[in-house]
């Protein structure tokens, strides 16, 4: 109470300082009311200028492939199904790869500093621009894998996915690539819940003779499980949106294939592709694509937080 | 294969053979000799930070979950030194149950905590039995009968902490560890822990550590008091001893130290 | 057999043997590509440094001789990450302030917080794509279209939502005594934030918001039709209305090119960028664990 009372005289005493006072106060209000403004700005804009493409296909545009400039005929299909394709197959991938990595630098099967070490090299990979791995996946990705792909094709050909001839860059190569991003994403967000897990909890398991995978597996995992799926969602968001490195590899063709070993499209890629040329209703309807992205990842974003409020009161 | 040590008494379940135990270069007890009595409850007692937990820890291989924690000389149990390259910890810790200071129930339900442990002990028998019979025997069945489904954390801190001796009780284990059990509880529950553990002794050796006396005098048949001093070898650190041990009543009434002397009439501690 | 010992073909052994296995194959499957990765870039970009790059402009693809040098893409970054930063940084740091210091976590700053978080999440390209829309096709900028203020106004929606973060979490940490303290001595909320607990948590917040500049370097889906890119020097305030290069775009354009050349110049980019943001990041982890020591002492 005393305290208040000070600031209160002073107040009184400096009508200038009480004044600008007020005005820091509302200058932070405005300014941190802009991340609301930029945000709702971006959805409105890319919602009215896909309006006219909205109007003109309705929901069809998702389900039509045809992407022809010259019929100005536009859907979408291809680019959605690629995005969904590689980023759920790319996330298929990484979470187990990044789940035993965190699991692997969490217990004590190495020395500490050899786990930190691990640990703080592969958050440093996340800070790689995609560019550049986009460019890496180019040169020497895409060679390294090319008798690899065209194992996979004489074997499993018969598989929708590998039904194609590999033929130079493809989705697959995009998903590999996504799972060399999304590595660090889930490794350090599963390492994090992982050492969030209160020790007593292992303490408890070991305490009862349990061994330490059964601990793992029956204990620690389940108690971290909510921090891991947020990360598992935040790194889809990521890969649905990322758009670099899988433009500079995917192959950018809207010839729609079930197979992942044909060239193909997302929407990033298309958006990054055509964006600059393009004109006329075809805008309308990049933008109209850029819409179904962002809903896609506003909802998986949202769906993350929305997890990480709902499980982090639970200890 | 190590040989019964001759000299030990048929009814020692566990003995420490001139035991020290470092956390990296830091000696936090040293040179241990002492034995523990089938279907005894012992206490260890002493000021903290002598090092009674660590010890205690010690007997079942939980201080392996420590980094950089050693030990040098024997624990045997059941005729076999526990810090043999061979022993397998895990096996250690079925035999050797441990009850920890804060209650550490499974985020699962009441039932799921019992069984979890039981399961993995490949308990085969019928569950809902023993899980009844652990918590009677835990003194908590009357509480939480009727809400076998709820999580284990929707128990009071006395009734968590007698879910976990019910864990423990579950996997029917030879001794019993418990590291100041009743440490973060109210008296009643304290009460209830030690009519527990008065009805557990039938059939378990069990390994106390407390910093209450009364309790210590209460539910203990032996009592061994730990202390600390400052070494000259040492860098300063105190390292901690195991000062005497001897029945709980000569321990309280005539304890051959001045330093039991001492700490058991609260001159320090 | 002596029961207490470990016996390997235990149900339970052979499973933990087997889980552990696996997780140390899953460790060398996910790290060692990375460690290839990061010295193939170092090693084959390093090797295509030489000074002209930096001085010179690039040629048009097209001639496999001599491509030329980056200096306008570099000059463009530094300018583009400098927009970015003349912008997102007083906002960020603003917006953060408001959060922490004076919205106690009523409704309005939760719905702030949510807003950074899915700010956060919204795919760069849709930041390109906002600006492509309010600013480079409506020539608001005093009739230019792609420029490279369009590509920085870009680039700080990405950067906007880690400044503010970081400027929050760590105006956080600052304990509540010394705020007390200087608004006990009858000092304003301002010159308590200003004086008081900005200068505190200025050093995590500086570090967060240099990882942030960092990582908006390397960024290019905002650039590619905001910026665009260009062949010239720039010379004067003026350019900042034209297209503008940056070390991303050139990655991009030269990766894509058919010519060796160019695709030389593209991973002699790559080294620059690779390295100057992992120095960056190395760099703000060491100070990080330095402050961090000095304080338990
Ligand atoms: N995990 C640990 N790492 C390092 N030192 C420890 C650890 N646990 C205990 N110690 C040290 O060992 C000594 C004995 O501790 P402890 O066994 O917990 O004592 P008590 O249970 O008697 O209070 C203390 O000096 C303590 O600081
Ligand atoms: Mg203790």
């Given amino acids: ?315 | 294969m190590i040989k019964t040590n001759k000299k030990t008494p048929k009814n020692i379940i566990l003995s420490l053979e001139n035991v020290s135990i470092s956390y990296g270069t830091f000696e936090a007890v040293r040179n241990v000799f002492c034995n523990f009595k089938k279907g005894d409850i012992t206490s260890l007692i002493g000021p903290s930070g002598c090092g009674k937990s660590t010890v205690l820890r010690s007997l079942n291989r939980m201080n392996d979950l420590i980094p950089n924690c050693s030990l040098k000389g024997t624990v045997l149990f059941d005729g076999t030194n526990i810090y043999d390259k061979r022993v397998d910890p895990v096996e250690v810790r079925r035999r050797i149950g441990m009850v920890f200071q804060q209650p550490n129930p499974f985020p699962k339900s009441i039932y799921e905590n019992i069984a979890f442990g039981a399961r993995i002990n490949g308990f085969v028998g019928d569950m809902d039995e023993l899980v009844e019979s652990s918590l009677r025997k835990a003194a908590l069945w009357d509480e939480c009968k009727d809400k076998l489904n709820d999580s284990g954390y929707s128990l009071s801190g006395g009734q968590q902490q007698r879910l976990c001796i019910a864990r423990t009780i579950a996997i029917e284990p030879e001794i019993i560890l418990m590291d100041e059990p009743c440490s973060a509880l109210d008296p009643i529950s304290t009460l209830k822990i030690e009519e527990t553990m008065h009805e557990l002794k039938k059939n378990y050796t069990i390994i106390i550590v407390t910093h209450n006396m009364q309790q210590a005098l209460r539910v203990s048949d032996m009592t061994a008091f730990f202390n600390a001093i400052e070494y000259e070898d040492g860098d300063g650190g105190k390292v901690g001893y195991l000062a005497e041990v001897n029945t709980t009543k000569k321990i309280f009434n005539s304890p051959k130290e001045k330093t039991t002397q001492e700490y058991i009439s609260g001159k320090f501690g | 057999m002596n029961s207490l010992y470990y016996q390997k073909r235990l149900s339970r052994n052979i499973g933990d043997t087997f889980f552990t296995s696996l997780s140390v194959i899953c460790a060398l499957i996910a790290i060692l590509p990375l460690i290839f990765l990061v010295t193939y870039i170092l090693i084959k970009g390093g090797s295509q440094i030489t000074p002209e790059l930096f001085t010179l402009e690039p040629n048009p693809p097209g001639d496999d001789l001599d491509a030329g040098g980056i200096n306008p893409a570099l000059i463009g970054t530094l300018i583009i990450t400098t927009i970015a930063s003349i912008i997102a940084i007083p906002v960020g740091v603003g917006g953060g302030i408001y959060l922490a210091e004076y919205s106690k976590g009523g409704a309005f700053s939760r719905f702030i917080r949510f807003g950074v978080n899915v700010l956060a999440g919204v795919p760069s390209i849709i930041a390109g794509v906002f600006i492509y829309a309010l600013i480079v096709s409506t020539k608001i900028l005093f009739g230019s279209m792609y420029s490279g203020l369009a590509g920085g106004m870009a680039l700080s929606i990405l950067m906007l939502p880690t400044v503010i973060k970081t400027t929050d979490e760590g105006l956080k940490l600052v304990p509540n005594e010394l705020r007390y303290a200087s608004l006990g001595v009858g000092a304003s909320m301002y010159t308590t934030i200003l004086k008081v607990t900005l200068p505190s948590a200025i050093r995590s917040i500086a570090t967060g918001v240099v990882l942030g500049i960092a990582r908006a370097a390397g960024e290019t889906a905002p650039l590619i039709f905001t910026a665009l890119f260009s062949y010239y020097y720039i010379t004067g305030f003026g350019d900042l209305f034209y297209e503008m290069g940056s070390l991303a775009v050139l990655i991009y354009n030269f990766a894509l090119e058919p010519y060796d050349a160019q695709n030389k110049l593209a991973w002699a980019a790559s080294f620059i960028l690779v390295l100057s943001i992992l120095s960056v990041n190395i760099f703000s982890r060491i100070l990080a664990a330095f402050t961090e020591k000095t304080k338990r002492v």
């Fill in chain 1, 1 to 315: 109470m005393e305290e208040k009372l000070t600031l209160f005289k002073n107040r009184k005493r400096f009508g200038i300082e009480k004044n600008i006072d007020i005005i820091f106060k509302n200058t932070a209000l405005v300014l941190s009311s802009f991340v609301a403004i930029i945000l709702l700005g971006i959805i409105l804009v890319v919602f009215f200028q896909s309006f006219e493409s909205f109007s003109r296909y309705g929901l069809k545009f998702l389900v039509t492939s045809e992407w022809n400039p010259v019929k100005d005929e536009y859907g979408a299909f291809t680019a959605i199904y690629g995005t969904l394709v590689t980023s759920f197959l790319s996330l298929l991938i990484t979470i187990p790869l990044g789940v035993g990595t965190a699991i692997f630098i969490t217990e004590d099967f190495v020395p500490k500093v050899v786990r930190e070490i691990i640990g703080s090299f592969v958050e440093l990979l996340a800070a790689i621009p995609s560019v550049v791995l986009g460019l890496w996946a180019i040169f020497v990705m895409e060679p390294f894998f090319r008798a690899f792909f065209v194992f996979l094709h004489n074997f499993f050909g018969w598989i929708p996915l590998f039904s194609t001839e590999p033929t130079g860059r493809n989705s697959l190569l995009a998903i590999l690539i996504l799972v060399v991003m999304l590595l660090p994403i889930v490794t350090s967000i599963a390492r994090d819940s992982l050492n969030q897990v209160p020790k007593k909890l292992r303490n408890a398991a070991y305490g009862i003779g349990a061994s330490r995978w059964k601990t793992i597996f029956s204990v620690i995992l389940p108690a971290a499980l909510s921090g891991i799926m947020a990360g598992v969602l935040l790194a889809l968001g990521r890969a649905m949106g990322e758009t670099m490195a899988v433009t500079m590899i995917i192959g950018n063709s809207n010839a729609f294939s079930w197979s992942i070993l044909s060239p193909g499209y997302t929407i990033s890629s298309m958006l990054a592709n055509q964006f600059g040329e393009a004109d006329g209703s075809q805008v309308s309807s990049l933008f109209y694509a850029a819409f179904v992205l962002m809903i896609l990842s506003l909802v998986v974003n949202i769906f993350a937080q929305w997890l990480v409020k709902k499980f982090s009161l639970k200890y």
